[in-house]
């Protein structure tokens, strides 16, 4: 089969008038459209929003989720609907139409880039944090996005659809008819001219009557029309081939068969009439479209002219028709029929007000959502002009969108208000185009949308955006803007300002006992009491949680005045907060610690003040809670070094910068049984650092997360190892897990898969847990060991005796071994009470039946005092210290020492 010629949308359209088309549905909806080839090429577009092209299109990651919107929506409408309806990854909501020439998907109408509700601004301020957006133009642009209620979104889809269908019949139909009706009217004219001239022929050139019917016979068989003769009682005497291939019917089966047999049977007896009628004079000729029946059933629509037709001596001796088929021309005016009814219907049901009014204002159409929009009926809004709902404010915009419509032909998109009928006022988004009457008069029609609830919800954008919902205080945003301008006025003028961090005291207990309600009624009257205790040209703003700041400006520019003003409302707001608080029926208690810090002009960045403030305030808190402190240089280079540590860590994650030593756990004399994995940084410039410095970063970071599953990792690997070697077969590895990596809830599958992924074996492996890991959830901690020791892991408490055990948790717990905490051994010998807690150790081990070995064993007296007590296993530099992998496996195999 030879493959179908595909058509090309762009070359059956006027493209001006496409582009004006969409130009007028952008500016009349507010929504973003386009009309885009098959092939993907963008044949017109109007009205794109900023937050597609200026945000999500404009970003790498973000544009590569509007291309698989895209696809999405694409895919959906391939699958044959005649529209579909998206919400793109980004948030906004597309719509997309196809459109269909004979049977092809030539184009598509896109539109979108809209909300059909108010806009989440979780969901945005985080997709900005995502992608990195400027937060606050973000924002502003999402709130310029319109908002279509459902219904809105139902009928502005729906009139998508329908105008891709109607660009398909309209602009391929009305060619087709143009074509059609230009070759008929030159074919009728040249017929017409040319079967008259040799009618008139015959009648007067008898002697060539045989030479100019064989030239007429041609002419007839070879015209695109059929052409035939009826005599007097209405049947056929003869016709031209293309009449006989018209009705599908050999041409002798045409000729002497009744003429009014073609015509359909419901209107054969009229067609009969109007032959009787030309025959005997009473109309001179006809011309009319019928529908006729073919010999195989099929009908088709054709064109008639008929007139009386005289012989060569004048005599009427019946009648001469022609017949055009116009099938396409009847199924183009159809379509066209189809397509107003379309267009009178969206007219009346759509959600945006319609109307028409002549150019002295004087409505002359509208539909029943401008009925109401205005709050008036038919016949009052017929009594009516545009004037009269127009407020006098809006009368100056009104003659600059009049100057736009006589100079370009349209106005708008613009704002103003309607006055309703009740007096009451609604906002509105107008748009007009100019058009020509019938008349020749010029009439404006306007597209109408009440914006009511858009301004709502701008209105609650900008709350949502600049201020806490809970205390109505300024929120993050607005802080840093106002703090924004007072460092730029003390650049200018040389005066101080001041940040106070407030924090308060044991927030969370309140929370946990007293439940959110109350937590929030607190914080609703801290925010009151902190107003009551600025100026008027303070600011006092909630950062989140239990977190308030104060911003104070024009502190004047002496040092020691601006420190004392800042102690003294640090100290008013002390007394203030400690006084009690009455919630609902109880008296509450609380407590702030404030942290401040001075600043004067932009010597210090935004978020820096802020963390100068932040560290004060941890400041007040260590040091007991409820009181002031101003920011400590000493502090900040603490913190300096802390982020560099994390950011090394970071690097060393990333580099490969860690390894693991290995120091032997002994019985006995010195025989190996296991061994403990110690982490071991080995920086490129600082060489070994201390796990005691970084081990605390890791763990607040929670960089200890991967460095633990790393460890892990490295551990059972080196396990799987050992298990072909036997000399080493036999070692257990003891890892150390931090809380907050045991506290992770898929921890005991992360085990398990590790396990399966090195193929250690589990009852070689060892899980070494402190005691802080008791001090919460102990039930979730007993849970994951059960699961663990199943599968065979055993398990050992490290540093027992330094923290919280609780000896009715310690034997539910399914321990394998307690470890007595080198700081008891160090002064064994010594310390009468570290060798009395030592030997309650071993003992207490002995009746739970676990293990028990002493860690930091540094001499063969400790050794001696420990086997003495009943510990028998040991692990301290007087067998080896912790060993790189080499070293330690000579050690295990009696090749080396430690």
């Known amino acids: 089969m030879p493959r179908k010629h595909r058509i090309k949308y762009s070359d059956l359209v006027d493209i001006p008038r496409l582009q004006a088309l969409m130009e007028n549905f952008s500016q009349v909806l507010g929504i973003a459209n386009a009309v885009i080839d098959i092939d993907g090429t963008i044949i017109v577009q109007a009205g794109w929003q900023d937050a597609c092209s200026q945000f999500h299109r404009a970003h790498a990651e973000s544009g590569r989720r509007c291309v698989a919107s895209d696809t999405s929506l694409a895919n959906s409408m391939m699958e044959g609907s005649n529209y579909a ?5 980004n948030g906004l909501i597309d719509t997309a139409a196809p459109i269909y020439v004979e049977g092809q998907h030539v184009a598509s109408v896109f539109t979108g880039q809209f909300l059909n509700e108010a806009p989440d601004l979780t969901f945005f301020r985080q997709q900005a944090q995502r992608f990195g957006y400027d937060e606050a133009r973000y924002l502003a642009s999402i709130a310029r996005l319109p908002i279509l209620k459902s219904e809105q979104v139902e009928a502005a889809t729906r009139l998508y659809a329908q105008l891709a269908g109607m660009l398909a019949d309209d602009g391929m139909s009305q060619r087709k008819l143009t074509r059609a009706s230009e070759k008929l009217s030159h074919l009728n004219k040249s017929l017409e001219h040319t079967v008259t001239e040799r009618t008139q022929a015959l009648t007067t050139a008898n002697d060539v009557l045989a030479g100019r019917e064989a030239m007429l016979q041609q002419i007839l068989d070879t015209s695109s029309v059929a052409i035939f003769l009826v005599d007097k009682t209405g049947r056929i005497t003869q016709a031209n081939q293309r009449m006989a291939e018209m009705f599908r019917r050999p041409l002798a089966e045409l000729l002497g068969s009744e003429y009014v047999s073609l015509i359909e049977p419901a209107e054969r007896e009229i067609g009969r009439e ?97 009925c109401r929009i205005c ?46 009928k009740d007096g009451s006022r609604i906002p509105l988004r107008l748009n007009g185009v100019l058009v020509p009457g019938e008349d020749g008069k010029k009439y404006i029609w306007s597209i109408v949308e009440d914006i009511s609830e858009r301004r709502k919800a701008e209105g609650k954008i900008q709350e949502l955006a600049f201020f806490d919902q809970l205390t109505g205080l300024p929120n993050r945003t607005l802080l840093l803007d106002r703090l924004r301008q007072v460092m730029n006025a003390g650049t200018r003028s040389g005066a101080y300002g001041a940040l106070l961090l407030i924090d308060l005291d044991n927030f969370k207990t309140l929370n946990d006992t007293h439940g959110h309600d109350m937590g929030d009624l607190l914080l609703k009257q801290v925010a009151l ?52 608080y009455q919630l609902n029926d109880e008296i509450c208690l609380s407590s702030p610690s404030i942290g401040a810090t001075l600043f004067r002009g932009q010597r210090a960045a935004l978020d820096d003040l802020l963390k100068q403030a932040d560290l004060a305030m941890y400041r007040a808190k260590d040091g007991g809670r409820n009181a002031l402190r101003f920011f400590d240089p000493a502090l900040q280079t603490a913190v300096v070094k802390r ?82 070697q036997p000399k080493l077969q036999h070692i257990t590895l003891a890892v150390n897990v931090s809380a907050r990596q045991f506290r992770q809830p898929d921890f005991v599958q992360q085990v398990l898969d590790t396990l399966q992924r090195t193929g250690a074996c589990p009852e070689r492996l060892k899980l070494e847990l402190t005691e802080s890991l008791l001090v919460d959830n102990v039930q979730d901690v007993i849970e994951k060991m059960v699961a663990l020791k199943a599968r065979g892991v055993g398990f ?12 009715a948790y310690l034997k539910r717990m399914p321990l394998d071994q307690l470890k007595i905490d080198q700081s008891f051994v160090r002064d064994v010998l010594s310390d009468p009470n570290d060798a009395a ?24 007296e400790q050794q001696a005092f420990l086997a003495s007590a009943g510990c028998h296993a040991y692990q301290g530099y007087v067998f080896s210290k912790p060993l790189p992998i080499e070293g330690f496996e000579a050690f295990a195999r009696g090749e080396g020492k430690g």
């Open 837 to 860: 807690i030592a030997r309650t150790v071993v003992a207490l081990a002995h009746n739970l039946g676990l293990g028990v070995i002493a860690e930091g064993v540094e001499t063969a």
């Open 796 to 807: 050992s408490l490290d540093d027992f005796g330094t923290g919280y055990s609780s000896l």
């Open 529 to 580: 009491r902190l107003i009551q205790c600025v100026r008027p040209e303070d600011t006092v703003a909630r950062l989140g949680g239990d977190e308030f700041v104060v911003m104070q400006a024009n502190l004047g520019s002496i040092d020691d005045v601006a420190l004392a003003s800042v102690k003294a409302l640090g100290e008013k707001i002390l007394a203030t907060l400690n006084q009690p």
């Open 85 to 89: 309806v998206y919400r793109c990854h």
């Open 643 to 724: 982020a560099e540590v994390e950011a090394g860590l970071r690097r060393g994650l990333e580099r490969q910068q860690f390894a693991l030593h290995y120091q032997a756990q002994v019985v006995g004399n010195g025989r190996v049984t296991g061994a403990e994995a110690l982490i071991r940084w080995i920086h490129p410039e600082r060489g070994m650092v201390s796990p005691a410095e970084f081990i605390p970063i890791a763990e607040h970071s929670g960089l200890i997360l991967p460095l633990g599953q790393w460890v892990l990792e490295t551990a059972c690997r080196q396990l799987a190892t050992w298990a072909g």
């Open 375 to 420: 709050g008036y009926d038919e016949a009052e809004l017929r009594a009516l002009d545009y004037w009269a709902l127009t407020p006098r404010e809006f009368l100056e915009d009104e003659a600059r969108q009049l100057d736009s419509l006589n100079t370009i032909g349209s106005y708008g998109p613009y704002e103003k208000e309607y006055i309703r």
């Open 274 to 370: 109007r032959m009787r009628a030309l025959l005997s004079s009473a109309i001179p000729s006809v011309d009319l479209d019928r529908l006729y029946c073919r010999a195989d059933g099929t009908q088709f629509w054709g064109n008639l002219t008929g007139k009386r037709f005289r012989d060569a001596n004048g005599q009427e001796n019946g009648l001469i028709g022609v017949i055009a088929n116009i099938n396409e021309r009847k199924i183009a005016e159809e379509a066209l029929r189809a397509n107003e009814a379309k267009l009178r219907s969206l007219y009346e049901l759509s959600p945006l007000g319609i109307s028409l009014v002549d150019m002295a204002g004087r409505f002359l159409e509208f539909n029943a959502a401008f």
